[in-house]
């Protein structure tokens, strides 16, 4: 690896861990408000924005979406003019969004699958298990200690155990939305 390389890597690194503490004190920002934050998240898709999933118990609805959308940029705002290294590469660029996971949450963490252990899911894994990519079921177990999520695929009558390190994404499925 050359000296240059080197040095890009370092940079990666040394952004994704800036991000990463940036990430870490929305979700603190978010959670002071009496929200859980469910995700924070770079999107480049359609311009550069922060994306925040918030939920609560009985749901969000859009008042409670601007609300964190207003302390978010008040405290994005504040380390900008600080000139904190938490926001380099992002200054002045980026659109904040703010909204409910949705019927369908998205599962980000075992402790997600945890949570919705008896509910139904759909799961993209990384690479094939049993020869697909794709599945779906209900989650029997979020084996914390293992990193295991045990599924039961009803139309195969089996019970599926899957790593937590190939799940892809995952998300609730909701009977009667496809």
Do not use: W
């Not at 890009?8 to 991000?19: A, F, L, S, V």
């Not at 979406?65 to 938490?86: I, P, Q, T």
């Not at 660029?93 to 509910?119: A, D, N």
């Amino acid at each position: 690896m050359s000296a240059r390389e080197r040095k890009e890597k370092q940079e990666r690194i040394e952004r994704q861990e800036r991000r990463s503490e940036l990430f870490k004190l929305i979700a603190e920002k978010v959670e002071s408000l009496g929200y859980e934050c469910v995700h924070v998240a770079l999107n480049n898709s359609s311009g550069l924005s922060i994306q925040i999933l918030i939920d609560l118990l009985g749901g969000i609805n859009l008042d409670d979406c601007e609300r964190v959308s207003k302390a978010v940029n008040l405290m994005l705002d504040k380390l900008d003019e600080e000139g904190s290294e938490y926001l380099a590469g992002l200054r002045g660029r980026y659109y904040l969004e703010v909204s409910s996971p949705g019927i369908e949450r998205p599962l980000f963490s075992i402790e997600h699958y945890k949570r919705f252990e008896s509910r139904d899911v759909r799961i993209r894994l990384a690479e094939p298990l049993d020869g697909r990519r794709n599945l779906t079921g209900k989650i029997i177990l979020a084996d914390e200690k293992n990193k295991i999520i045990k599924i039961y695929i009803k139309e195969e009558e089996r019970e599926m155990a899957v790593p937590f390190n190939i799940i892809k994404g995952g998300n609730l499925k909701e009977e009667g939305l496809g």
